[in-house]
Antibody, heavy 120, light 111 residues
């Protein structure tokens, strides 16, 4: 079974930056499409960003486009999310999730999440 | 406002059957992109319980089943147990938005 562990969450002021990481327990990481999904307190799941297995293709939700950047290092089995110009409404638990290599695939494995709080 | 529409809540007594609906449109569930279902127990990460409209991952009991018809999908749980109490989310891909989309979630209460 694949294990995903997120880190990097914390408290940041509006307009600030934060970088999240997600480490996978398997070298099969390099074959997965990876995603970030967030959940605001008491709210539902919202897809944030995607990156292809080789890192050449990325996608973002409109709400984060131009502010967030997803990347990966397959040699380190690690996924990243660079979050800039943070807003209060970005406050959420951020989960990384893995899936097979196509748009219709499910999110098979999820990390435990890391909490990002944007507040002054 | 979620792209996929789910009822906010459903309930049932232990041993009963419940169904949770997920309604989309022609650019998501109505396409070739499949529907998946996740269970989120209180304070935990989501867990995949149905993939590809009707398939169960290893370890998910056969009390859980999924179906899809047209622009809608459904998750059914039979023989309700107390530990089924959770929030359930449907998910698909939307070709018009070029985005992965979730339903708003349905809270299942076991009476």
């Amino acid at each position: 079974e694949v294990q995903l562990v997120e880190s990097g969450g914390g408290l940041v002021q509006p307009g600030g930056s934060l970088s999240l990481a997600c480490v996978a327990s398997t070298s099969a990481f390099s074959t997965f499409w990876m995603h970030w999904v967030r959940q605001a307190p008491g709210k539902g799941l919202v897809w944030v960003s995607h990156i292809s297995d080789d890192g050449t293709t990325t996608a973002y939700a409109d709400s984060v486009k131009g502010r967030f950047s997803i990347s990966r290092d397959n040699a380190k089995n690690t996924l990243y999310l660079q979050m800039d110009s943070l807003r209060v409404e970005d406050t959420a638990v951020y989960y990384c999730a893995s899936g097979l290599k196509w748009f219709g695939a499910s999110f098979d494995y999820w990390g435990l999440g890391t909490l990002v709080t944007v507040s002054s | 406002q979620s792209v996929l529409t789910q009822p906010p809540s459903v309930s049932g007594a232990p041993g009963q059957r419940v169904a949770i609906s997920c309604t989309g449109g022609s650019s998501n569930i109505g396409t070739s992109y499949e529907v998946h279902w996740y269970q989120q127990l209180p304070g935990t990460a989501p867990k995949l319980v149905i993939y590809g409209n009707r398939n169960r991952p290893s370890g998910v009991p056969d009390r859980f089943s999924g179906s899809r018809s047209g622009t809608s999908a459904s998750l059914a749980i039979t023989g309700l147990q107390a530990d089924d109490e959770a929030i359930y989310y449907c998910q698909s891909y939307d070709s018009s938005l070029s985005a992965w989309v979730f339903g708003g979630g349905t809270k299942l209460t076991v009476l």
